[in-house]
């Protein structure tokens, strides 16, 4: 197996299913998860709800400015909703995108009770067009469905129970439309970041390319469309839970120059109350169980994450930090305090 890659590894979901090719596709998933973080996932049986999903939301993007601005994210303290293009930033620097923000249905308002991070998981806010709730709870059911199955396959091919990820996972996982414009060459769509919302991120994306994820050479590799596929890749979140045997990949998304790119990524969520004390105990107990070499957990030990620090008291809080800094504007009007003293935090 090397340690690093030259090309995003491809796993085929028919096959993890297939008792008589299983194994096989398991130790390919293994090696996808510890050697790039990322992967193609196949045959997954979900190629006509990609298909269509792709066909409905540009329409969602061409709806007048009115009626974007009427379901704005700065309407909402979970920051769910439209987010005009250009208003939010990766790495300090403005991203050329616009997008719709989407969570599991049925989420409850917050209440005085609770916690501050628990408004991070409220009620949708859908764009007044004919359709759109039910084609985004449509595709946050499928979808969610086929991210808990492929979390028990991860468990197996690391020689842990199905179910070790289990408790790990958030009320509401969250979904995204995104537009990338035409721009000039070399512009950012996103920058270089880590998923850092939850456990995996699965992404469907059009036939535009952009996507490039960055190696253990320091290579940026570019993530070339496959028609009906998911890129799926680790976030920090369960890197932080394995301890770091399993490393989330730093990517980015290079603006489209002759077409406009669509991409719709699914966050699976995290636990909003764990702890870092319950992270760091769970992924001691885990990081033992799961079969890889001495110096591969050696290397693992110092996670470089907001999950692991002391400066936030459970996943909900250093969640929140993170929406904040990304939407500056929604960050200052629900979280003014917040905002502030997180600022703050990237001047010293």
Same mark, same amino acid.
């Given at each position: 197996?090397?340690?690093?890659?030259?090309?995003?590894?491809?796993?085929?979901?028919?096959?993890?299913?297939?008792?008589?090719?299983?194994?096989?596709?398991?130790?390919?998933?293994? $090696?996808?998860?510890?050697?790039?973080?990322?992967?193609?996932?196949?045959?997954?049986?979900?190629?006509?709800?990609?298909?269509?999903?792709?066909?409905?939301?540009?329409?969602?993007? $061409?709806?007048?400015?009115?009626?974007?601005?009427?379901?704005?994210?700065?309407?909402?303290?979970?920051?769910?909703?439209?987010?005009?293009?250009?208003?939010?930033?990766?790495?300090?620097?403005?991203?050329?995108?616009?997008?719709? $923000? *989407?969570?599991?249905?049925?989420?409850?308002?917050?209440?005085?009770?609770?916690? *501050?991070?628990?408004?991070?998981?409220?009620?949708?806010?859908?764009?007044?067009?004919?359709?759109?709730?039910?084609?985004?709870?449509?595709?946050?059911?499928?979808?969610?469905?086929?991210?808990?199955?492929?979390?028990?396959?991860?468990?197996?091919?690391?020689?842990?129970?199905?179910?070790?990820?289990?408790? *790990?996972?958030?009320?509401?996982?969250?979904?995204?439309?995104?537009?990338?414009?035409?721009?000039?060459?070399?512009?950012?769509?996103?920058?270089?970041?880590?998923?850092?919302?939850?456990? *995996?991120?699965?992404?469907?994306?059009?036939?535009?390319?952009?996507?490039?994820?960055?190696?253990?050479?320091?290579?940026?590799?570019?993530?070339?469309?496959?028609?009906?596929?998911?890129?799926?890749?680790?976030?920090?979140?369960?890197?932080?839970?394995?301890?770091?045997?399993?490393?989330?990949?730093?990517?980015?998304?290079?603006?489209?120059?002759?077409?406009?790119?669509?991409?719709?990524?699914?966050?699976?969520?995290?636990?909003?109350?764990?702890?870092?004390?319950?992270?760091?105990?769970?992924?001691?107990?885990?990081?033992?169980?799961?079969?890889?070499?001495?110096?591969?957990?050696?290397?693992?030990?110092?996670?470089?994450?907001?999950?692991?620090?002391?400066?936030?008291?459970?996943?909900?809080?250093?969640?929140?930090?993170?929406?904040?800094?990304?939407?500056?504007?929604?960050?200052?009007?629900?979280?003014?305090?917040?905002?502030?003293?997180?600022?703050?935090?990237?001047?010293?």
């Amino acid at each position: 197996m090397s340690e690093t890659f030259s090309s995003v590894p491809q796993v085929d979901y028919s096959r993890l299913n297939n008792p008589s090719t299983r194994d096989d596709e398991l130790k390919k998933l293994r $090696d996808a998860i510890f050697v790039a973080g990322f992967l193609y996932l196949t045959n997954t049986g979900l190629e006509g709800l990609i298909r269509h999903t792709h066909e409905e939301i540009p329409r969602l993007f $061409d709806l007048s400015d009115e009626v974007k601005e009427k379901c704005n994210m700065i309407h909402s303290p979970s920051f769910l909703g439209y987010t005009r293009l250009g208003a939010e930033t990766t790495a300090a620097k403005t991203d050329i995108r616009e997008q719709y $923000d *989407f969570g599991t249905p049925g989420m409850k308002d917050w209440t005085n009770q609770d916690p *501050f991070w628990q408004r991070l998981e409220g009620p949708n806010q859908y764009p007044k067009y004919p359709g759109a709730q039910a084609l985004v709870e449509e595709y946050i059911a499928k979808i969610d469905e086929l991210a808990q199955s492929f979390v028990h396959l991860v468990a197996e091919c690391l020689a842990l129970p199905a179910d070790t990820f289990d408790d *790990f996972k958030g009320q509401m996982s969250r979904l995204k439309f995104v537009k990338y414009p035409r721009s000039a060459p070399n512009s950012q769509g996103v920058g270089p970041h880590k998923d850092s919302a939850g456990l *995996f991120t699965f992404l469907s994306q059009d036939n535009t390319g952009g996507l490039q994820v960055l190696n253990k050479n320091g290579e940026w590799v570019d993530v070339p469309p496959i028609e009906g596929s998911l890129v799926i890749n680790i976030q920090q979140g369960f890197e932080a839970i394995t301890g770091g045997v399993c490393a989330a990949t730093t990517h980015r998304v290079i603006a489209p120059t002759s077409q406009t790119r669509y991409s719709i990524p699914y966050f699976l969520g995290v636990r909003l109350d764990l702890t870092l004390k319950e992270l760091k105990e769970s992924a001691t107990h885990i990081v033992h169980q799961i079969p890889v070499s001495d110096d591969r957990r050696k290397r693992a030990v110092d996670v470089p994450s907001e999950f692991l620090s002391p400066l936030y008291s459970c996943f909900g809080e250093a969640h929140l930090r993170n929406r904040i800094l990304s939407h500056p504007d929604v960050g200052r009007r629900w979280y003014p305090e917040l905002h502030a003293k997180y600022s703050q935090h990237i001047l010293e």
